[in-house]
């Protein structure tokens, strides 16, 4: 009877994880005309029936937060930002601090902006909100199997698309953090988002670890290919079990270089900082060493998963199309380091 008992939990377990990951998978893969800011807010809102408490902020909100550097991707879009923020307490400690939590990435379609990407495969970036698809299916997850662990999430959703109201390269925007942040290409636009929704999701939650996702650069992708993602982090022992969580699960990480000798990289001449580095090297890292400026010391892990969010052939993890890379992974590290 225990084997028993033992087996029909793990088909729950295994059940549960495998709707979330699927989950995952049709948010990245629905065209950018069907899932907006706004839609993908509501995906997120309907984690409300598993007992996660979701807000969402508009943009008159976003606005009064001053999330400058988010507004400025959201500018050319016909389409209004959103950002939701994600809470599930499964302990009995209502006044703890979260253990962690995880913020996204979600653009839900990024054509460059003004600095425009080519025409070839930019219809690939319906899944550039990969980084929030997984932070929201993995909150499904999580709250799914009512996980003993008291975790958030925050997600910023635009669109970047180039007009007449559309960022400038060479614009000067402001954080909600207070920094200055100088754009030379419009087309690194993920880390600004991250920018505001790092800032937000410190100063709401006070988490005791922070992990975002961002499918952020192609950069990593050259440094890594398809079969890794790239882990950049302030704190050892929180890299190296992420990384170890991916090698149990399969969804590999590699750590990356993130050190003080690369701050001179991303410093601007009119404002506190550039949104790109100086020149074609180390463009990942560059990316990485960008969101740290907002972490405010918080033990934190950047995963650059832009080079394994889709895949291009069948592998023995995934099919081809979204792989949902990431849900699996932290699921598990939340499953090995809190519950």
Known sequence: QKQKNKTIKEIKYYDNLLKSINFTKDLVSEPANILTPKTLSEEASKLKTLGIKVEVLNLAQIKRLKMGALLGVAMGSANEPRVVSMSWNGTKNSKSKPE???????????????????????????????????VIGLMKA????????????????????????????????????????EVINTDAEGRLVLADAVT??????????????????GAVIVSLGPQRAGLFSNNDE?????????????????RMPVGEEYDEDIKSDIADMKNVGSGRGAGATSGAKFIEQFTQSVPWAHLDIAGVTWAKGN???????????GVRLLNTYVKDCFE
């Open 200 to 217: 937000y999701a410190i100063n709401k939650f006070t988490p005791k670890r922070l992990i975002d996702l961002a499918t952020l650069t």
């Open 100 to 134: 962690v939590c995880f913020v996204g990435k979600g653009v839900t379609f990024d054509t460059g902006g003004i600095s425009i990407k080519p025409s070839g495969g930019m219809e690939d970036m319906k899944w550039d909100m990969g980084g929030s698809g997984v």
């Open 238 to 254: 929180l890299a190296n079990n992420i990384f170890a969580s991916g090698e149990k699960t399969g969804e590999k990480v590699w």
């Open 142 to 181: 999580l709250a799914g199997r009512k996980a003993k662990v008291h975790v958030s999430a925050v997600v910023g959703l635009v669109e970047n698309m180039p007009s007449g109201k559309a960022q400038r390269p060479g614009d000067v925007v402001i954080a909600s953090s207070g920094h200055s942040i």
């Open 315 to 325: 592998s023995e993890l995934y099919p081809a199309g979204g792989t949902a890379f």
